[in-house]
């Protein structure tokens, strides 16, 4: 069972998360995949504050969002449209039991990297496969190995600071703390207008992903009962992310 970060835990967090990851150019993809594949119904897994899963529903698909953060999901609760989705409280292992049959499953931004452990990466695609119908299909990006994204996880290249209604102005920075392939850890800070917490300004949030290869994405599929269709690059981050297109076939 992966355990998810602060970021998307801590309520003080969760609620700066859209405003800091503001840019979701990545999810036309997905949504035009959505269109292409003639879905009509999808589950979301790991959907965090419900972006992708209320643009979907706003298309006119059936969307069952799954978190296991209740911090992130009532954040996409409180959004337009959100009485269009089912909210489902709970890990990837919890889409199994949904009786959804869907056509379509979705694993945006970090979601497939954050199953460290080959245990735990396996029971995510086991659970995704009981959830889809036969034939259905699953998509998930993940970070290309060779080319090293987590050189860029420093406070020289991602610091920001945004207005959080509310809030006030929060300052955001990152910190590379391992590099232990195929594992990456790294940590988020915020920092909030003094005075406004009573336990210091700053909060952090550690974070570790794995980066698996081509190869190994492939077979781990082929293990779970599904075939990879196509590989795709993300338009939002050429040559950087693969992002898998696999059918349930068993």
Same mark, same amino acid.
Request: with cysteine; aromatic share 8%.
């Given at each position: 069972?992966?355990?998810?970060?602060?970021?998307? #835990? *801590? /309520?003080?967090? +969760?609620? $700066?998360?859209? !405003?800091?990851?503001?840019?979701?150019? &990545?999810?036309?993809?997905?949504?035009g995949l959505a269109e292409r594949l003639g879905a009509r119904t999808v589950v979301d897994v790991g959907c965090g504050t419900g972006v992708l899963a209320l643009l979907l529903?706003?298309?006119?698909?059936?969307?069952?969002? #799954? *978190? /296991?953060?209740? +911090?992130? $999901?009532?954040? !996409?609760?409180?959004?337009?449209?959100? &009485?269009?989705?089912?909210?489902?409280?709970?890990?990837?292992?919890?889409?199994?039991?949904?009786?959804?049959?869907?056509?379509?499953?979705?694993?945006?931004?970090?979601?497939?990297?954050?199953?460290?452990?080959?245990?735990?990466?396996?029971?995510?695609?086991?659970?995704?496969?009981?959830?889809?119908?036969?034939?259905?299909?699953?998509?998930?990006?993940?970070?290309?190995?060779?080319?090293?994204?987590?050189?860029?996880?420093?406070?020289?290249?991602?610091?920001?600071?945004?207005?959080?209604?509310?809030?006030?102005?929060?300052?955001?920075?990152?910190?590379?703390?391992?590099?232990?392939?195929?594992?990456?850890?790294?940590?988020?800070?915020?920092?909030?207008?003094?005075?406004?917490?009573?336990?210091?300004?700053?909060?952090?949030?550690?974070?570790?992903?794995?980066?698996?290869?081509?190869?190994?994405?492939?077979?781990?599929?082929?293990?779970?009962?599904?075939?990879?269709?196509?590989?795709?690059?993300?338009?939002?981050?050429p040559g950087l992310e693969w992002v898998f297109v696999a059918r349930r076939v068993r």
């Amino acid at each position: 069972m992966t355990t998810p970060d602060p970021i998307f #835990v *801590d /309520p003080r967090l +969760a609620r $700066l998360y859209d !405003a800091f990851d503001d840019d979701r150019g &990545d999810l036309d993809l997905y949504a035009g995949l959505a269109e292409r594949l003639g879905a009509r119904t999808v589950v979301d897994v790991g959907c965090g504050t419900g972006v992708l899963a209320l643009l979907l529903a706003g298309r006119g698909l059936k969307v069952t969002g #799954v *978190d /296991p953060a209740a +911090a992130s $999901l009532e954040v !996409a609760r409180r959004k337009p449209g959100a &009485d269009a989705v089912t909210w489902v409280e709970g890990g990837a292992d919890a889409v199994a039991g949904l009786g959804l049959a869907a056509d379509l499953a979705t694993m945006t931004g970090n979601v497939a990297q954050v199953f460290t452990g080959d245990d735990d990466w396996a029971g995510a695609l086991a659970a995704v496969h009981d959830a889809l119908r036969p034939g259905g299909v699953l998509v998930f990006e993940t970070r290309v190995p060779a080319r090293q994204a987590w050189l860029r996880w420093t406070r020289e290249h991602r610091s920001a600071s945004r207005t959080i209604p509310g809030v006030g102005e929060v300052e955001s920075w990152s910190d590379l703390l391992e590099v232990a392939l195929p594992l990456v850890t790294f940590q988020s800070s915020y920092r909030f207008p003094p005075g406004l917490l009573p336990d210091g300004d700053v909060v952090t949030s550690v974070s570790t992903l794995r980066f698996r290869e081509r190869d190994e994405v492939e077979a781990s599929l082929a293990d779970a009962g599904f075939t990879v269709e196509e590989v795709l690059d993300a338009p939002d981050r050429p040559g950087l992310e693969w992002v898998f297109v696999a059918r349930r076939v068993r």
